[in-house]
């Protein structure tokens, strides 16, 4: 058999075949063609236009359409941050088991059990597994010139008390004297231990000056007259 024999004989085959299924009908299919008609889920049954099912245990709930199945996500509930085991139902997810542990940060803790975050925050983890957290309140400091020093929270006033004198810290208690008429000192908050931050600055008086002495008049034209001082006209200027 020649080559161009063998082509016509797998021509006349294949169209045969096409022939053959393109006549069928829709009782000759094995389920039949269903489109426009009904929806099937994944276990084979079967739902009429409009009505609403499943396709799968897990999946959303879908419309039977002439177009084919719509499917809608529903809202879904929230899970537990601590849900350790889910599972979905109807499209949305359900937990299953909840852990009795604290997770926090990637970590586990148990209940009552504290721990720091940093020097300046504080957790515990409760009876009902919530993880509370506080931060330290620090008081304002007694100085100018605070440092922070390691696994401490606050900051610390290593050279005690003290305020700002222009740019000059001095210490609480002294008083600095920063010119030949200014005195400077730190002062107190009222009712409390805490220092303003400037000090306070007063001004020295001004020192008086030396009264000049009046000159006493001439003892000759002064006379004593029982213990009175009275004073003797000149007769060389009377006419």
Known sequence: MSIRALCLSIALLISQTVAEYSSKSDLDYEFGDYRGKWCIDDHGFVYGIGEVYYPSPSACPCTCTEDGPVCVRPKCPRIHPRCTRIKYKSCCPVCEAIAKVCVYGGRTYSVLEEFKLSRCERCRCEPNREVYCTISNCPA???????????????????????????????????????????????????????????????RPSPSPTPTPTPSPPEDRIKQRGGRRAYSPRLDVIP
């Open 141 to 203: 400091p007694h100085c100018v010139d605070p440092t922070y020093e390691p696994n401490h929270c606050c900051p610390v006033c290593q050279s005690g008390p003290n305020c700002f004198a222009g740019n000059i810290v001095i210490s609480a208690g002294e008083r600095v004297e920063m010119d030949e008429q200014t005195v400077c000192f730190c002062t107190y908050r009222d009712g409390t231990w805490q220092m303003h931050p400037q000090a306070t600055c007063e001004q």
